[in-house]
């Protein structure tokens, strides 16, 4: 039997550990499995600083924010960032006291390669990340590698960078670096973080690192060669250090897709934005081959425009069975829930992969929204797309690996701390009620950080990182509070039944 822990209105109750207790309802009291894993999530670009430091090469982020300020909201760059190139000792601390085993990290490509080609080997970058990992280690925290989080080396990016099919080749070079010197420490391993945001910022709106917008074809083959990329990592690690033991894939992020109405085309209309977006990358991996209907859509679209191929890039036989397959766990980004609708076919005219994917979207005026506007509360999200992906691509285990609230700079984080709530009690849902294996979790993030073209305007941290101090200052917030007490406990409230 399900048992709700149901706190009233206005309750100013204070828990054992001191910690307000928000105004949440059904928030589950049963105790996590113990073999789960609670952790936290940042990446290098984000955190790191050090920009040019050691030896270090410019990525297309450094070149990105000094080439024009206003590309970022609060012209801030990432040059010193948390300083945690500097600050990595004390980050360990803030890990020890959240109780946390996992910390999902990135490393920066250009810190290890400065210039992306394997001349320019920098003994210093892989010293840092080494003494990294074994510090980790000792204290007895996993490391989550992830290989590439959005830091191409500059020089790869003014050969085409995503759109250039041997930049997988490059990431391949990179990658046997990384597996053979930090391998011996590293079991859990993560190649490329969200690609499809990535190809859509990147180089569809220009929002992000490069800056391009190629929304009608670019977008299709960085999707492509990100996806080679991936797949060139993957079977290095198993070809080359299949003795060291560990785990590899690739980040995929996703929202949940709920229709907006109970009309079947508005169902038909969720399945679409699902395969669009999650299944464009999930699809070649788990199972082979693009979407289905992704290959209709754009197939037809790219033909009604008079090409003579899908804008969408055809597999070869070969390329098929090296992607497919190429995972030993799914890693999924999830933060929020996306409300679609059927829409008229749009016309034909340049191709769009917005228009290709032939669907409305919004959020229902129910769920909470966030100071982000892409990012609204709706805790059941979390259940319905971990069995959507459970039941899909039947990947044997999940890992959430990132999940987390925008909120400006404010130490008494209640909306946040209602949301981990709300959406862990739903993950403990699926793996309770639906059988659904999600092994671990890390949330974004361990502390404010550099949030790509936002700048430092929008805080995802559970530690506050004071911007203004050289010091950059960490303070646990209410959220980080309550988290350590949930990773100490596996319980989500103050008491659970076993
Ligand atoms: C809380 O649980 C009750 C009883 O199962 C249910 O009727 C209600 O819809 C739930 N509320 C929320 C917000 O999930
Ligand atoms: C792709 O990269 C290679 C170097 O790795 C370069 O020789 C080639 O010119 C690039 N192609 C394009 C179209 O930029
Ligand atoms: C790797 O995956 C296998 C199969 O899912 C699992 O048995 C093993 O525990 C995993 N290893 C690590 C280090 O997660
Ligand atoms: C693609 O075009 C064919 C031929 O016109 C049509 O039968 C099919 O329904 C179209 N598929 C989609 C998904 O639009
Ligand atoms: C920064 O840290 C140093 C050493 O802990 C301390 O002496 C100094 O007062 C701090 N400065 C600020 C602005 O917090």
């Not at 100013?12 to 309802?25: E, N, R, V």
């Not at 936002?454 to 995802?460: A, C, D, F, V, W």
């Amino acid at each position: 039997m399900k048992i709700f822990l149901l706190i009233f209105l206005a309750c100013f109750c204070t828990g054992a550990f001191g910690i307000y207790i928000p105004k949440a309802t059904n928030i589950t009291n049963r105790k996590f499995p113990s073999t789960f894993i609670w952790g936290a999530a940042t990446a290098a670009y984000q955190i790191e600083g050090a920009w040019d430091e050691d030896g270090k090469g410019e990525s297309m982020w450094d070149r990105f924010v000094h080439s024009d300020p206003t590309h970022i909201d609060d012209r801030s760059t990432g040059d010193v960032a948390c300083d945690s190139y500097h600050k990595w000792q004390e980050d360990i601390e803030l890990l020890k006291q959240l109780n946390v085993k996992l910390y999902r990290f990135s490393v920066a490509w250009t810190r290890i390669l400065p210039t992306g080609y394997l001349e320019s080997f920098n003994q210093a970058g892989v010293d840092y990340y080494v003494n990294f990992v074994k510090a980790l280690r000792a204290a007895e925290i996993e490391p989550m590698v992830t290989l590439y989080h959005w830091d191409l080396p500059q020089t790869l990016s003014e050969q085409g960078g995503w759109l250039n099919d041997s930049t997988a080749d490059r990431f391949g070079d990179y990658a046997r670096i990384v597996f053979k010197n930090l391998g011996p420490y590293v079991k859990l391993w993560a190649t490329i973080n969200e690609p499809k945001t990535t190809c859509t910022q990147g180089y569809a709106s220009g929002e992000m690192a490069p800056g391009l917008k190629l929304v009608g074809d670019g977008i299709y083959q960085c999707a492509r060669v990100q996806l080679l990329a991936h797949a060139t990592a993957y079977h290095i690690y198993h070809d080359e250090f299949a003795d060291q033991g560990g785990n590899v894939t690739i980040v995929i992020d996703a929202t949940y897709n709920e229709p907006l109405t109970d009309s079947a085309a508005d169902a038909e209309a969720a399945e679409w934005e699902f395969e669009f977006n999650l299944g464009w990358y999930a699809n070649p991996v788990y199972l082979g081959d693009w979407p289905q209907i992704m290959i209709d859509r754009v197939g037809n679209r790219s033909k009604a425009e008079g090409l003579s191929q899908s804008r969408l890039p055809p597999w070869s036989k070969d390329e098929l069975e090296f992607v497919k397959g190429t995972f030993d766990y799914f890693a999924l980004n999830m933060y929020t829930a996306v409300a679609v609708n059927a829409i008229d076919e749009p016309p034909i005219g340049t191709g769009n992969y917005y228009l290709d994917k032939g669907t409305g979207t919004s959020y229902k005026p129910e769920w909470t929204p966030s100071i982000a506007g892409w990012l609204y509360s709706y805790p059941y999200g979390m259940r319905g797309l971990l069995n959507r992906v459970w039941s899909k691509y039947n990947p044997g285990s999940i890992y959430v690996t990132e999940n987390g609230w925008a909120t400006t700079e404010d130490l008494n984080d209640q909306g946040r701390l209602e949301y981990l709530q709300g959406y862990l009690s739903n993950m403990l849902d699926a793996i309770l009620e639906d059988g659904v294996v999600v092994d671990g979790y890390t949330t974004w993030s361990l502390m404010d950080n550099f949030e790509w073209a936002r700048g430092y305007t929008q805080r995802y941290g559970i530690i506050d990182v004071d911007f203004n101090s050289p010091n950059r200052t960490r303070t646990f917030k209410d959220s980080a509070k309550w988290y350590s007490q949930t990773a100490a406990t596996y319980c989500l409230v103050d008491t659970c039944v076993d």
